[in-house]
């Protein structure tokens, strides 16, 4: 079967950052790109021609994952710093903050309808936070290692996730359990997501493959080796049919997955750029057949078999127009604007609001310094700013943090295992009370009535036969 498609074509380069693009999204009202970067900083890109660009500040480390909510108006990003924040992508720049985990957190998602998020942390743990009332849920717990990637089904009762486990696991949302595992994987799993229609999951790995599960029938139906090197991420397109993925190899890759084949294979991610293609894919998402595409389970191959790169594969090396006018970009965030964060504590989350302060500038510029001079790669024993043995204290902390978060959460299982116990009990006696009332009333009513036979009976004999009674 033959597909329509253009060749893929680069639309418009952005460059702002000023270390490594970590990670991208766009916004759902089409007029948006959001990236993360090694810079500790958010932009967000404004795709109008001659718009400016927004710089969020706020995060002190690594920025790891942005996700836009669905409504577009929320912006939600992670951090290495341990933290998750919710911004306003517009002139504003406001953001709340999170923070339930104990390491860096690698994964930021919402639900379809945009009222809660889920993230993965190093901590091993994946949270689960209400977005409209920006506090913590619940945790699900069962990785044994780093867990790198959650995600929402599209109908938000299943979560999947994965990590260095080399497990990708299944959640109930409802009942808050795992309910399936995969662990078909010859390394750590790096991101997990489900396809439009939420009957399959993808995930892939550090081993270079790629692997599609359907989770009705708990079976691999594909499973691809396109890339040389790790997988960071792909997305589903909104068809099913095709699925893009990008790699430390310094491509993208565009599957066929009704055809079960790689397509195309971009270059361009040489210079840390974030580049826009041409949406070829949703232009031409139709087949040249008329009728509905088909599930992943009725398509080439019905047994899974590795798929590898194949000499047919479309190479597209983009020329970059070096001479273009980067737009300008206005710096917005924590200096400015009060903070809203929501901090874990013995109470749950507790909010409070603090204000930047300073000139702008002459903070940009100490913290500029800061990182040339202390480096986040720079052993916290070496930083002459701490006294002697403050790291390996912080490292003796941040185990027992890691400790007491495991506790809280096996304590929150137990008491939701109590409280259903209790429940059921309540339920129980209730029925019993039920039964000994009405067998107490029903023994009455038989003693009434064996009681009030006899009695009556002899009178009216006896009245019969009275001397001098009637007849």
């Known amino acids: 079967m033959a597909s329509v498609l253009e060749d893929p074509a680069l639309e418009r380069r952005f460059k702002g950052h000023r270390d490594s693009v970590t990670c991208a999204d766009f916004n759902p009202n089409s007029k948006q790109l959001a990236t993360g970067s090694a810079d500790r900083d958010l932009m967000i890109w404004n795709l109008s021609p001659k718009a400016k660009a927004f710089r969020l500040v706020g995060h002190k480390d690594v920025v790891t994952a942005v996700h836009f909510a669905p409504s577009g108006d929320l912006l939600a990003s992670a951090s290495r710093d341990q933290t998750v924040r919710l911004w306003t992508p517009n002139i504003k720049g406001e953001s709340a903050v999170f923070k339930a985990h104990t390491a860096t957190v690698r994964s930021v998602n919402f639900s379809s309808d945009g009222s809660r998020l889920v993230t993965a942390s190093d901590d091993k743990s994946v949270k689960v936070w209400s977005a409209h009332r920006q506090h913590f849920l619940y945790s699900l717990n069962k990785h044994t290692n780093w867990v790198r990637c959650a995600r929402f089904s599209p109908d938000g009762r299943l979560i999947a996730s994965c990590g260095d486990d080399r497990s990708v696991c299944l959640w109930d949302t409802s009942t808050r359990q795992c309910i399936n595992t995969f662990t078909h994987y010859g390394g750590s799993e790096t991101f997990v997501d489900f396809n439009g229609s939420g009957t399959c999951i993808a995930s892939s790995g550090a081993d270079n493959t790629l692997k599609i599960w359907d989770i009705r029938t708990n079976k691999l139906i594909q499973h691809y080796q396109v890339h040389s090197a790790g997988i960071h991420s792909f997305s589903f397109h909104p068809s099913g049919n095709y699925l893009i993925s990008g790699s430390s190899d310094h491509t993208v890759k565009i599957l066929d997955l009704l055809e079960g084949r790689l397509i195309y294979t971009l270059h361009g991610h040489k210079v840390m750029a974030v580049v826009i293609l041409r ?59 009060p903070v809203t964060e929501a901090r874990y504590g013995g109470n749950g989350l507790q909010m409070s609001r603090g204000h930047g302060s300073g000139s702008f500038s002459s903070r940009r510029t100490e913290e500029e310094e800061e990182r040339k001079t202390y480096g986040p790669d720079r052993p916290l024993e070496e930083d002459p700013r701490l006294p002697s043995g403050f790291g390996s204290t912080l490292k003796h902390i941040v185990q027992q943090l890691d400790v007491l978060t495991q506790t809280v959460s096996i304590l929150e299982e137990r008491l939701t295992l109590t409280e259903d116990k209790l429940k059921e009990c309540l339920h129980n006696q209730a029925r019993i009370l039920l039964q000994v009332h009405q067998s107490s009333v029903s023994d009455e009513e038989e003693e009434e009535r064996s009681a009030g036979g006899p009695l009556l009976l002899p009178s009216c004999t006896t009245s019969h036969f009275l001397p001098g009674g009637p007849g």
């Open 279 to 337: 949406e070829v894919l949703s232009r031409h998402s139709q087949r040249t057949t008329p009728q509905q595409p088909p599930h992943l389970t009725d398509i080439h191959p019905r047994i899974h078999h590795l798929h590898s790169a194949q000499s047919g594969t479309i190479e597209i090396k983009p020329l970059v127009n070096t001479q273009a006018v980067d737009p300008p970009v206005v710096e917005l965030g924590q200096p400015f604007l």
